[in-house]
């Protein structure tokens, strides 16, 4: 059984600069719950590294390459490209949210293993609870053979709406 340490707000920004030279893959259960009885669970998958970011959740795969935000929704064949501002990369990459709420003096704890992977999750932003679960997270072998990209490409014959 590993030893388990508690990363408190103060130190959540030097976890999270690990991220700019780390590349992390894990699953995830966001658990969001506002003061209703039965609270939001979604899961997913996301690798991150820095601000780019790869998420599978719901119905729909996101990808962030640092310029342009890639929303794939397979049930309607749609990929679509914008520019997202730093709110909707917030709502999106729960890491990016941590560290806004952090900045914003919120409550905000996370639990890491003894190979400062991330285990669980725990924000709130005053009147929303959020709980992340961490799942098979791991860091990434940097490799030229297999970069990670942070793009989607859909299937010939998808619809591509650009909006950048």
Do not use: C
């Amino acid at each position: 059984m590993s030893h388990l340490l508690i990363i408190l707000t103060a130190t959540l920004a030097s976890f999270l600069t690990g991220l700019e030279t780390k590349t992390l893959r894990t699953d995830f259960t966001l658990t969001i719950s506002e003061n209703v009885s039965q609270p939001l669970n979604i899961t997913g998958t996301i690798t991150v590294h820095g601000e780019q970011f790869l998420l599978s959740a719901l119905d729909y795969d996101a990808a962030y390459d640092g310029k342009t935000f890639y929303l794939w929704q397979p049930d309607t064949e749609e990929l679509t490209l914008s520019t997202p501002t730093q709110e909707e990369l917030l709502e999106i990459n729960p890491f990016l949210f941590a560290k806004a709420l952090d900045a914003a003096g919120k409550k905000v704890n996370f639990v890491i293993d003894d190979k400062q992977l991330p285990v669980r999750a725990q924000m709130s932003d005053g009147k929303t609870n959020y709980s992340l679960t961490f799942r098979n997270a791991q860091y990434l072998s940097p490799s030229a053979a297999t970069p990670v990209n942070f793009t989607i490409t859909p299937p010939s014959g998808a619809f591509v709406n650009d909006i950048r």
